[in-house]
């Protein structure tokens, strides 16, 4: 794992995956994108497992002015981003099922687990709160 902590972009993959999606001609899309690959693929790999959450943190300082580290400035808020909120909670969910490798490889992490698992169970709960 390229992770120096439990955050969503405090991972080499995560910090990629911001950055392609800020480099997007159409974040929403390229968002929307993203969930999709995350959703319809039948097994979640390491690195694909950030196709998932990234988008939803992305979706989530947006909806709910949820602060991330490593997180920075984002463009003025796209229109309909509200609408990406259900399938973003769906592809984090997906993360969290326990067969999934990068779910795997944080479990092995006894003091840091508790944490990263919170904190994706937290970023569903927003997004389905305000979907």
Not at 18 to 42: G, P, Q, V
Not at 52 to 66: E, F, H, M, N
């Amino acid at each position: 794992m390229g992770a120096w902590g439990t955050g969503i972009f405090e991972d080499d993959c995560g910090c990629d995956v911001l950055s392609d999606i800020l480099d997007a001609e159409n974040l929403i899309e390229e968002l929307s994108d993203r969930l999709s690959r995350a959703l319809e693929t039948e097994t979640i790999e390491y690195d694909e497992a950030f196709d998932a959450l990234v988008p939803a943190a992305v979706i989530d300082a947006y909806v709910s002015g949820t602060a991330y580290a490593g997180l920075g400035d984002l463009p003025p808020r796209p229109a309909k981003i509200g609408e990406l909120r259900g399938r973003a909670a769906e592809a984090v969910s997906r993360v969290l099922r326990p067969d999934v490798e990068i779910h795997q490889l944080w479990r092995e992490n006894q003091a840091d687990y508790p944490r990263w698992k919170a904190n994706l169970e937290g970023l569903v709960a927003r997004l389905r709160a305000s979907a």
